[in-house]
């Protein structure tokens, strides 16, 4: 096929949105943790782009996106340090090969670094990012593999069993990010332990205007995320532009809703909350369903991941940043949420069951699903644990106290005389009374009284 001016300069555009939303998750992870540890989560993000980026271009994409071994993994040789790939001659569809190469690499770069979120305030620096290389390997280019290789119009090329065999439908990835991110999250929070003081002491967010700052960004970005993975400018693209739009602003509403009801009042942090529900809610849905559809959608998950996110308190597992309640929650409702909702009339050209469909589409949607969130638990859980014994996952108990960014980086965020709990420029600390972080106490987030919460 020709290449195509305008849909690459689409893709590549694309590209640099979905870049831009892992510095996005920076700050919205960042302002959420306390303000010791403000740093440290904003470098495992920065670390996830460095390592998955190197490995993307000599292996990754290969794995990814190479001649399928059983369904199960690209040939991680047919492409290696991306080979053959700079020719005039290879494309993908009416793009470059090279440019889809890009689009691709920021996909992976985000599903690693939202693991983050999980650990925030506990974990080695050193150990994540030998982390973020095993999990890209072993999990995460498997699993794209699986969902995102299609098999070639004329057979030469095998993709994932997902994507061909199932016949799931994840239009940029449900599954693929958000699930397998979530579930990795949950293993890892589960071998590293809670934090000191979790459920005993509130941890409240320190920088709620980083918090917005950080939702704005990735809202800006997911226009890309999904319309981009149209990898044309087309009527596909715009449907996924629209429904993006949609879906996220009834989240907001669908969280803020449940806010009101259950805590008296709706807060900022449930509407930055609420718009990444709503993103991750429509990531799979964006061109199989309709913008009313879309709407009903962000409704439903904006409200479930309202829900979802006191579980961890329920159930006593401290997912620090609530990557299991948003992402693998919203990922979960949104992929089911297309064997309902999904039709005809939409560039999928699927019926879901409210459409005539019946179930036939919903079953295959729960299988994808429920094996992605197995998979990645179990291999991430395995993985976790090896480096864990080995290595150490776990900072110590007294500089978890004291704050892992001046463990971790010899650096602080913030150096602001006067401030409880905030290093001096003497290197003393004022006392400390307070911890932050904790979406639930709503009231005291709220209500920061102008301090830096350590």
Not at 31 to 52: E, P
Not at 60 to 84: D, H, K, R, W
Not at 131 to 147: E, Q, R
Request: proline share 2%.
């Amino acid at each position: 096929m020709e290449i195509n001016s305008g849909d690459t300069a689409w893709v590549l555009t694309s590209a640099a949105l979905v870049m831009i939303m892992t510095p996005g998750v920076a700050f919205f992870y960042g302002g959420m943790v306390r303000a010791k540890s403000v740093l440290n989560m904003m470098m495992m993000c920065f670390g996830a782009m460095a390592t998955i980026g190197v490995m993307w271009v000599l292996y990754g994409y290969s794995m990814a996106f190479g001649n399928s071994i059983g369904g199960l993994v690209g040939n991680p040789t047919e492409y290696l340090g991306l080979q053959g790939l700079m020719s005039e001659d290879a494309v993908a569809g009416s793009i470059p090969a090279i440019a889809f190469v890009a689009f691709q690499a920021m996909f992976a770069i985000i599903a690693t670094a939202l693991i983050a979120g999980g650990i925030a305030d506990r974990a080695k620096f050193s150990t994540w990012m030998v982390f973020t290389v095993l999990w890209g390997t072993i999990v995460y280019f498997p699993i794209a593999h699986w969902v995102f290789a299609f098999d070639s119009a004329d057979g030469s090329v095998r993709g994932g069993w997902i994507a061909n065999q199932l016949q799931a439908l994840d239009f940029a990835g449900g599954t693929a990010i958000h699930i397998n991110a979530g579930a990795s999250a949950l293993a890892l929070v589960l071998v590293i332990g809670n934090r000191h003081g979790f459920r005993k002491e509130p941890m409240r967010p320190h920088n709620l205007t980083l918090v917005m700052l950080g939702a704005a960004l990735l809202w800006f970005g997911w226009f890309g995320f999904n319309a981009g993975s149209a990898v044309a400018a087309n009527t596909t693209a715009g449907v996924a532009f629209v429904n993006t739009l949609a879906a996220t602003s009834a989240a907001i509403l669908g969280w803020l809703a449940v806010e009101r009801v259950r805590d008296g009042h709706p807060t900022s942090l449930g509407a930055a909350s609420g718009i990444v529900a709503g993103l991750v809610g429509i990531t799979p849905a964006a061109n199989s369903i309709s913008p009313v559809g879309a709407v009903i959608l962000g409704l439903i998950t904006g409200a479930a991941c309202a829900f979802a996110v006191s579980l961890k308190t329920k159930f006593g597992y401290d997912d620090s940043l609530d990557v299991v309640g948003v992402h693998l929650v919203g990922g979960l409702v949104g992929t089911l949420l297309i064997g309902f909702l999904a039709t005809s009339a939409s560039p999928a050209g699927v019926d879901g069951l409210f459409y005539g469909g019946g179930v036939d589409q919903l079953w295959r949607q729960a299988v994808g699903a429920f094996t992605v969130l197995i998979v990645s638990f179990v291999a991430s859980y395995i993985i976790g644990f090896v480096l864990h014994k080995t290595m150490g996952f776990r900072i110590d108990h007294d500089h978890e106290l004291e704050g892992i960014d001046r463990h971790e980086h010899a650096e602080t965020a913030y150096e602001l005389l006067g401030q409880p709990g905030v290093r001096s420029m003497s290197g003393g600390f004022a006392r400390a009374t307070t911890t932050s972080g904790d979406r639930h106490d709503t009231s005291a987030a709220q209500n920061n009284e102008g301090a830096v919460n350590q």
